[in-house]
């Protein structure tokens, strides 16, 4: 039984971290799909225009009380979106793990693990282990945007924000891809971590389950978003005081995004707060009156 056991987890060590699909991987133009600024622009742009128009289509053709029936489709997005992200996650753990064993004696004194995680030694091109699972996780941002599609077929929502928030992590991790950002490896573990979690949640929500008492995903997003900003705080240290960090314009211009992000979710987390207090409080004078 042990010995079984030790099979599987070498074999999945294997094809996580030292197949050769992964150990050979090089970010190209011309070789990997989706990896020119023509495509990513191009298919924001879509994503944009294609959102707009399905909901000003439903607006005009179907009345809001009407939602579009889609079955078990948005669980089964759910389940697959957790189980990737939960394989990103593993894939990344595990090639880091084997970059740094591979590649540590060229350190020699000047960077520990933590340092290499948070800043790449300049020079540093997209190939190999972690910049697979970079990959793998760009190309899985593009099934993230399905949710926009059920929002709008159910609900007849559409807001500006969500359609930034969906695509702002496609540029973001092009952007990891085609400078060989820093920082990208931490990035990849806490957002995959998340989105297991928060997927897996809202699969248990689409079954019929009970929901969580207080705003787990928003929570999660919270806890997320600081833990980058520590992070983003490292990155900035090594870069003035540690010689040097690879991809550091990517950086400055994914730490904006990630700004305006944040003033973006934290408004309309205040918001949602807001309202939930003004429901609360006219339930309870309505408790009282009655």
């Given at each position: 039984?042990?010995?079984?056991?030790?099979?599987?987890?070498?074999?999945?060590?294997?094809?996580?971290?030292?197949?050769?699909?992964?150990?050979?991987?090089?970010?190209?133009?011309?070789?990997?799909?989706?990896?020119?600024?023509v495509f990513?622009?191009?298919?924001?742009?879509?994503?944009?225009?294609?959102?707009?128009?399905?909901?000003?289509?439903?607006?005009?053709?179907?009345?809001?009380?009407?939602?579009?029936?889609?079955?078990?489709?948005?669980?089964?997005?759910?389940?697959?979106?957790?189980?990737?992200?939960?394989?990103i996650l593993?894939?990344?753990?595990?090639?880091?793990?084997?970059?740094?064993?591979?590649?540590?004696?060229?350190?020699?004194?000047?960077?520990?693990?933590?340092?290499?995680?948070?800043?790449?030694?300049?020079?540093?091109?997209?190939?190999?282990?972690v910049f697979?699972?970079?990959?793998?996780?760009?190309?899985?941002?593009?099934?993230?945007?399905?949710?926009?599609?059920?929002?709008?077929?159910?609900?007849?929502?559409?807001?500006?924000?969500?359609?930034?928030?969906?695509?702002?992590?496609?540029?973001?991790?092009?952007?990891?891809?085609?400078?060989?950002?820093?920082?990208?490896?931490?990035?990849?573990?806490?957002?995959?971590?998340?989105?297991?979690?928060?997927?897996?949640?809202?699969?248990?929500?689409?079954?019929?389950?009970?929901?969580?008492?207080?705003?787990?995903?928003?929570?999660?997003?919270?806890?997320?978003?600081?833990?980058?900003?520590?992070?983003?705080?490292?990155?900035?240290?090594?870069?003035?005081?540690?010689?040097?960090?690879?991809?550091?314009?990517?950086?400055?211009?994914?730490?904006?995004?990630?700004?305006?992000?944040?003033?973006?979710?934290?408004?309309?987390?205040?918001?949602?707060?807001?309202?939930?207090?003004?429901?609360?409080?006219?339930?309870?004078?309505?408790?009282?009156?009655?």
């Amino acid at each position: 039984m042990q010995s079984q056991q030790s099979f599987i987890l070498h074999r999945l060590n294997y094809l996580l971290s030292e197949h050769p699909a992964v150990v050979g991987f090089r970010w190209s133009h011309a070789q990997s799909w989706g990896a020119t600024w023509v495509f990513l622009f191009s298919s924001i742009s879509f994503y944009f225009a294609f959102s707009v128009t399905l909901h000003i289509l439903l607006l005009l053709f179907r009345h809001r009380s009407r939602p579009v029936p889609l079955g078990p489709i948005p669980a089964f997005h759910s389940l697959a979106m957790s189980a990737i992200s939960a394989t990103i996650l593993a894939g990344t753990l595990t090639s880091a793990a084997a970059e740094i064993r591979d590649t540590r004696w060229l350190w020699g004194r000047t960077k520990t693990p933590i340092q290499w995680l948070l800043c790449f030694p300049l020079g540093t091109r997209p190939s190999g282990r972690v910049f697979f699972w970079s990959y793998i996780f760009y190309l899985s941002r593009y099934l993230h945007v399905f949710r926009t599609l059920f929002t709008i077929l159910r609900h007849r929502r559409l807001s500006l924000f969500h359609l930034f928030a969906n695509s702002i992590p496609m540029v973001m991790s092009f952007l990891w891809l085609e400078f060989s950002q820093s920082f990208q490896v931490l990035e990849i573990v806490f957002t995959t971590f998340t989105y297991s979690v928060v997927y897996g949640y809202r699969f248990w929500t689409e079954l019929g389950l009970p929901t969580a008492s207080f705003p787990l995903v928003a929570n999660i997003q919270m806890i997320l978003l600081g833990l980058n900003l520590i992070c983003h705080c490292g990155v900035l240290f090594l870069q003035v005081w540690g010689g040097g960090c690879n991809g550091i314009g990517a950086w400055v211009i994914n730490s904006v995004i990630n700004g305006g992000f944040l003033f973006m979710f934290l408004n309309s987390f205040v918001k949602m707060r807001w309202i939930r207090k003004k429901a609360m409080e006219s339930t309870d004078t309505d408790g009282k009156i009655d």
